[in-house]
């Protein structure tokens, strides 16, 4: 069974950035899916943010962080990481990890989550 682990949040003053990392164990096909991060806010549904292939190819963003943040993944260390620049309230959330991501689509187990909270 896949399971994900993410770590990084924390309170951040908008402008500000933070970095989120998310290690994936257990069975795992790389090449069957590619490992993403959502995120859900107080009241509201789950939305992706962003999905990448492992062999760092197929890079996906949802509308709202397009050119702030940055997916990256590391096979070595089977870890993804999301780069958050220039932070918004708006982006206060729990930001989840899923390993297997289809599209936009979660396919996987969730983990704890990490919070993100950003002060204006």
């Known amino acids: 069974q896949v399971q994900v682990a993410e770590s990084g949040g924390g309170l951040v003053q908008a402008g500000g950035s933070l970095k989120l990392s998310c290690e994936v164990s257990?069975?795992?096909?790389?090449?069957?899916?590619?490992p993403g991060w959502f995120r859900q806010a107080p009241g509201k549904e789950r939305e992706f943010v962003a999905s990448?292939?492992?062999?760092?190819?197929?890079?996906l963003y949802g509308s709202s962080v397009n050119g702030r943040f940055t997916i990256s993944v590391d096979n070595t260390k089977n870890t993804v990481y999301l780069q958050m620049s220039t932070l918004e309230p708006e982006d206060t959330a729990v930001y989840y990890c899923?390993?297997?991501?289809?599209?936009?689509?979660?396919?996987?187990?969730w983990g704890q989550g990490t919070q993100v909270t950003v002060s204006s």
């Open positions: 990448r292939a492992w062999d760092g190819g197929n890079v």
């Open positions: 899923n390993a297997q991501v289809l599209g936009d689509y979660p396919y996987g187990s």
């Open positions: 257990g069975h795992y096909i790389f090449s069957s899916y590619s």
